[in-house]
């Protein structure tokens, strides 16, 4: 009666895996177990440990080590060489006899069966929700779901080397910073090193990589994705993640500095987005960005940002109010003082501290133009420039201006 009531079991899971395989031919999706050995050898491993006796979901063993062909996805069966061993285990739990629990790695949010792929086999037949089972589990910086084949952890597996070698697993585990496209990898690691770069430069100190890498996330990614999903930027680019558009949205502000800054058309902006992206993306990525007015106020408040701390200008003259309405020029004005800072020393024959040219530049180049531009109303004439912006522009035309007024013809008296 038992053995009838087993086999019957087994005929029964055995067809419903072989409707699952014609299944899988006509939808393309993918029917197999994983093979533990294959995601292993995809995945950075930073160690393993035993973690003991667990009632593991069902639904979430996805894979093998040694019996991946003998069974699909859902655990049915592909084949009978070993359907008796499959009986005996369905017999045993019609005579309620309690079985060993299975052993099982865990990698991420799945477990692979090392031993006791039948027990978990029949378990799923009889519509059970867990097993016990001995747990060793794999560590590794990323999640693995149930719901991935090896295509997905081949994607994952650049993921997981950048983690590693940023150490954002262990600095920030919380953090999610995935990307589509793998192969940008190496650009955000870029990112970090550049801003440890500059942190190392303002400090005047090496900073340590981890620091940086904190630092980086916290006032650089953080805050440009908060401001991409503020203007919910993820509406136009709906298969883009954040991370995605952290990448686009920094590399169209750098470009786009270099277009305030003397390049000739968004052209040239499109020409050095074109390497990163293809050209039908980047043309449609400029139809959006160029519209969004908050990236230039952004670029704007990273640039005064920036001058701040390479000037201290607000520590130096607390009520020195130096506001620019236009992005890039910041750049601009950082350049002035530093070659007022060149003519003192020359002018002193001496070196002379950076804060005292800044002082200088202020005191005695800066204000002088401003009671010009005060005493000859000219900002009256630009509502929409500030009067540092009309500073600036006599500064950078300064040459042009002098040329000009020593050709204009003298009056005799």
């Known amino acids: 009666m038992l053995d009838n ?57 996805v894979g093998s080590v040694g019996r991946y062909r003998d069974f699909d996805r859902a655990f049915l069966p592909t084949q009978k060489v070993t359907s008796q061993r499959w009986i005996n285990i369905d017999k045993a739990r019609y005579q309620e006899i309690d079985l060993p629990p299975i052993e099982a790695y865990k990698v991420g949010d799945v477990y692979f069966v090392k031993d006791g792929n039948h027990r978990v086999s029949v378990a799923r037949e009889r519509n059970q929700l867990f097993i016990d089972a001995y747990v060793t589990e794999i560590d590794i910086p990323i999640r693995l779901t149930p719901d991935m084949d090896i295509d997905d952890v081949v994607a994952k597996r650049d993921y997981a080397f950048f983690l590693q070698e940023s150490r954002l697993n262990k600095l920030l585990p919380d953090a999610d910073l995935e990307l589509t496209f793998s192969a940008e990898y190496p650009r955000l690691l870029e990112h970090i090193k550049t801003h440890r770069w500059f942190l190392s430069n303002e400090r005047g100190t090496e900073v340590p990589y981890e620091e940086a890498v904190t630092s980086w996330h916290t006032h650089v990614y953080h805050p440009l994705v908060a401001a991409i999903i503020k203007h919910d930027l993820q509406a136009a680019f709906p298969n883009q993640t954040e991370t995605d558009l952290y990448l686009l949205v920094s590399e169209y502000s750098w470009l786009l500095r270099e277009l305030y800054q003397g390049a000739d058309s968004l052209n040239e902006v499109a020409s050095g987005l074109m390497p990163m992206y293809s050209e039908k993306a980047v043309r449609s990525a400029l139809r959006t960005l160029r519209n969004a007015e908050w990236i230039d106020q952004m670029i704007l408040e990273q640039d005064r940002a920036a001058f701040m701390a390479a000037t201290h200008i607000d520590q130096i003259r607390p009520n020195a109010a130096i506001i620019l309405s236009e992005p890039g020029k910041y750049d601009n004005l950082l350049r002035h003082i530093n070659a007022h800072h060149y003519y003192l020393g020359l002018q002193r024959k001496a070196d002379v501290p950076f804060d005292e040219a800044v002082a200088s530049f202020y005191d005695d180049v800066y204000l002088p133009l401003m009671r010009i531009i005060h005493e000859q109303g000219l900002i009256a004439d630009f509502p929409e420039r500030t009067e540092a912006d009309l500073c600036l522009w006599v500064l950078d035309h300064r040459q042009d201006l002098v040329a000009a007024l020593d050709s204009l013809p003298t009056t005799s008296q």
């Open 5 to 61: 009531m087993a086999h019957d079991d087994f005929q029964r899971a055995y067809r419903r895996g072989f409707w699952r395989k014609l299944s899988s031919w006509f939808t393309g999706n993918n029917n197999e177990l994983l093979v533990y050995d294959d995601v292993r050898r995809q995945l950075p491993i930073a160690g393993q440990r035993d973690i003991g006796l667990h009632e593991v979901p069902l639904d979430k063993i």
